[in-house]
């Protein structure tokens, strides 16, 4: 069963999950460590929501600085998919960022179409290379603090 029903049905609409229970499920130390990464460097505190998106259902986690969407984090089976926003002003430098990041990393911002609302990648956390990828995308969105 794909995680994305698997999760859906764990935790349906009526049934909020706590923040242990996300941890339990997604049963990865890089994403306690992205989560601890975007409380220091950004003040980012996630806010959990549920999605009726037919592509991604259920339950995820929104993080923002101040006003600013930073990130989606979408739970799996022993790991989290990263939903990150390149506007499309940011893309020349994001190509720039993208010289330093993983072949996964890359590949998949060219395979990930643009549009008039920018790139929306769907980054999967499984190594701490990606972890990296992730913090400098996100610098994209926002400038980090005492970076």
Known sequence: M???IKWAQLFPMDRKPSMEEMDRYADSPLWLELRQYLKDAYSAEPRTEYSRCGLEPGWNLKFKKGSK??????LRTSYVTVMISIAPKDEPEAEGVLLTCT???RTLYQNTASSK???????????LEILEDIKALLALRA???NR
Not at 69 to 74: D, I, K
Not at 117 to 127: I, K
């Open 103 to 105: 072949e996964y990393t």
């Open 143 to 145: 400038k980090p603090a």
């Open 117 to 127: 609302m920018g790139r929306w990648l769907m980054v999967d956390l499984t190594s």
């Open 69 to 74: 969407s930073l990130a989606t984090v979408y």
């Open 2 to 4: 794909p995680d994305t």
